[in-house]
């Protein structure tokens, strides 16, 4: 790649995807409206000559002057928080957004990234899931207008690949964590940790038998790059396939904090997945990519991050 276009570039993810673009020699244009991303993630950017910042939100018609190489579209509310409090914006973005970025690859010649999510499985009646899988989605429950918007987009992007030419990829993003998360978007991680370290309960929802999947940026970030690098077009799991049940997470998150808060038990929301676990085969193959940091190791990084931010 030699320029690089990166939709939701001042959110957590899209702000590493610009520094790792720009370790690699790369022009960025970072383009966020700051809706959920901030302005301190990429705040340390701005002195380097090959980063560019465009304020804009992508549902509009974009303009980008001169060559794009790739574009990766990551514009979107991402956590519960965000996207229950904004479904339509996430609506908007996933669809409007979509077809504007992939307006725009077309025009360039660009090379389309599309941020898809492991929300398109809904909660899945298959173990572990596999890109194969069609999900399990409630197209009108509260946590539909992002889970449909992100499958909405898989299938605008592969009809542009299929109708226009256009080089298209879709990873299917599995929680992750690190760095630059925001303390109150709601995601387990930040809450556990965030309460943890106030000595305050950890909540857990439901019995805490429901399971998740936790990669860390930097290894997510390295699979991303290895998509976009690679001659693929289906859809392609990227995650840490090591399972946890959230009651099991909570009381790791205490231990490695060090943390006496109590765990107390709330009602499940609903349509919450009872499972999520990634079958990466796929990228096991294709990319030679699997995760390298380990669990515990990503999860202190994380609450270094945080620990001064809650201090204050």
Known sequence: MTRVLITG???????????RFLADGDDVICMDNFRTGSP??????????????????????????????????????????DYLELPIPTLKVGSLGTHKALGLAKEKGARFLLASTSEVYGDPQVHP??????????????RGVYDEAKRFAEALT???????????????????HGPRMRLNDG?????????????????????????????????????????????YNDPVNCGNPTEVSILQF????????????????????????????????????????????GVDEGLRQTIDYFRPTVAR
């Not at 899931?129 to 509260?142: A, D, T």
């Not at 370290?197 to 019995?207: F, I, K, N, Q």
């Open 9 to 19: 570039g001042a959110g957590f993810i899209g702000s590493h995807l610009c520094e």
């Open 40 to 81: 301190d993630n990429i705040a340390h950017l701005f002195k380097n000559r090959r980063f560019t910042f465009i304020e804009q939100d992508v549902t509009n018609y974009i303009y980008v002057k001169g060559p794009l190489d790739a574009i990766l579209h990551f514009a979107s509310p991402a956590s519960p928080v």
């Open 129 to 142: 899931q596999k890109e194969e899988y069609w999900g399990n989605v409630n197209p009108i429950g509260p």
């Open 158 to 176: 592969m009809a542009y690949h299929r109708a226009h030419g256009v080089d298209t990829r879709i990873v299917r993003i599995f929680n992750t």
């Open 187 to 231: 995601r387990v991680v930040p809450n556990f940790i965030s309460q943890a370290l106030r000595g305050e309960p950890l909540t857990v929802y439901g019995d805490g038998s429901q399971t998740r999947s936790f990669c860390y940026v930097s290894d997510l970030v390295e699979g991303i790059v290895r998509l976009l690098r690679a001659d």
């Open 250 to 293: 909570a009381e790791r998150i205490k231990a490695l904090t060090n943390s006496r808060s109590e765990i107390v038990f709330r009602p499940l929301p609903v349509d919450d997945p009872k499972v999520r676990q990634p079958d990466i085969s796929r990228a096991r193959k294709l990319l030679g990519w699997e995760p390298k940091v």
